[in-house]
T-cell receptor, first 115, second 111 residues
Framework: NAGVTQTPKFQVLKTGQSMTLQCAQDMNHEYMSWYRQDPGMGLRLIHY???????DQGEVPNGYNVSRSTTEDFPLRLLSAAPSQTSVYFCASTTRRDRADYEQYFGPGTRLTVT | DAKTTQPTSMDCAEGRAANLPCNHSTISGNEYVYWYRQIHSQGPQYIIH???NNETNEMASLIITEDRKSSTLILPHATLRDTAVYYC????????????FGKGITLSVRP
């Protein structure tokens, strides 16, 4: 299994540009999430999905859109990039087991700079 | 409101046990305690979780007090590669797509 993959690894955008951060997992996990991490801070949840066709907002959703058309993919779209969105973005997927306890698997991250 | 509180940092000698404390005095009956770590520039990595019994796996042990208001993550033989930020999180199973990460504790393992 490749686990959770993210592309690109690095990206520089100009203010106002749009782009999509890609996330894919091959573990057949139902739950997927997007987080951002700013320097010296913990991770903050942007959006999450509990299954194909179902998404919801996290702690900091403004400026971002998501969709979940397949179990495997969970892209994050920046509609009009702003310098405040300069951050490291992590995608995660979550196991689901009979005991109702779970663990998250994180991708390697996308480092985004908006100038 | 912070659900957990952790010291900002600690260090330990290589080969010794690292005991990382966490307070979660407002934990509710159906919330689990999870530990993750983040090695510099990488995505967080799951370590262990528990409800009320002590747990052990190949990475670490988790000791939860009887009143569940605090816990300790134990790395039995710390190595330089264990230098990382360790996050203690309480969460309800089924909501793990929405983990709340605080600032964690920075563990530095010295040679």
């Amino acid at each position: 299994n490749a686990g959770v993959t993210q592309t690109p690894k690095f990206q520089v955008l100009k203010t106002g540009q749009s782009m999509t951060l890609q996330c894919a997992q091959d573990m057949n996990h139902e739950y997927m999430s997007w987080y951002r991490q700013d320097p010296g801070m913990g991770l903050r949840l942007i959006h999450y999905s509990v299954g194909a066709g179902i998404t919801d907002q996290g702690e900091v959703p403004n400026g971002y859109n998501v969709s979940r058309s397949t179990t495997e993919d969970f892209p994050l779209r920046l509609l009009s990039a702003a310098p405040s969105q300069t951050s490291v973005y992590f995608c995660a997927s979550t196991t689901r087991r009979d005991r109702a306890d779970y663990e998250q698997y994180f991708g390697p991250g996308t480092r985004l700079t908006v100038t | 409101d912070a659900k957990t509180t952790q010291p900002t940092s600690m260090d330990c000698a290589e080969g010794r046990a690292a005991n990382l404390p966490c307070n979660h005095s407002t934990i509710s009956g159906n919330e689990y305690v999870y530990w993750y770590r983040q090695i510099h520039s990488q995505g967080p990595q799951y370590i262990i979780h528990g409800l009320k019994n002590n747990e052990t796996n190949e990475m670490a042990s988790l000791i939860i007090t009887e009143d569940r208001k605090s816990s300790t993550l134990i790395l039995p033989h710390a190595t330089l590669r264990d230098t990382a930020v360790y996050y203690c999180i309480v969460n309800v199973p089924g909501a793990n797509s929405k983990l709340t990460f605080g600032k964690g504790i920075t563990l530095s393992v010295r040679p």
